[in-house]
């Protein structure tokens, strides 16, 4: 299964985007759903992350802002990310996790928030 990101943009600060995950194939009934961003001259981090049966968890900087959600019939995942800050910015890369074995890496989609 490949998954492949969407959504990115370039917004103002207190903008709104929503990204996309695409799954070639049916997997996020069986996996965790995870959304991680990488900042320039950073490295990876998870913002957030919905297990196969829905259980939430977001990195302290995006909660309250961002909500993560899946399709498992559709085999999509969405990362709704509200209040963007500059701070946000960065390449969003999706993945799915099982049993702490990730997919290989997809392409990412590139947020840039303006101030």
């Known amino acids: 299964v490949q998954l492949q990101a969407s959504g990115g943009g370039l917004v103002q600060a207190g903008g709104s985007l929503r990204l996309s995950c695409a799954a070639s194939?049916?997997?996020?009934?069986?996996?965790?759903l995870c959304w991680y961003r990488q900042a320039p001259g950073k490295q990876r981090e998870l913002v957030a992350r919905?297990?196969?049966?829905?259980?939430?968890y977001y990195d302290d900087s995006v909660k309250g802002r961002f909500t993560i959600s899946k399709d498992v019939a559709a085999n999509t995942g969405y990362l709704q990310m509200n209040g963007l800050k500059p701070e946000d910015t960065g390449v969003y890369y999706c993945?799915?996790?099982?049993?702490?074995?990730?997919?290989?890496w997809g392409k990412g989609t590139q947020v840039t928030v303006s101030s």
């Open positions: 993945n799915a996790v099982r049993s702490g074995n990730m997919l290989s």
């Open positions: 194939g049916s997997i996020f009934s069986t996996h965790a």
């Open positions: 919905i297990s196969n049966v829905g259980i939430v």
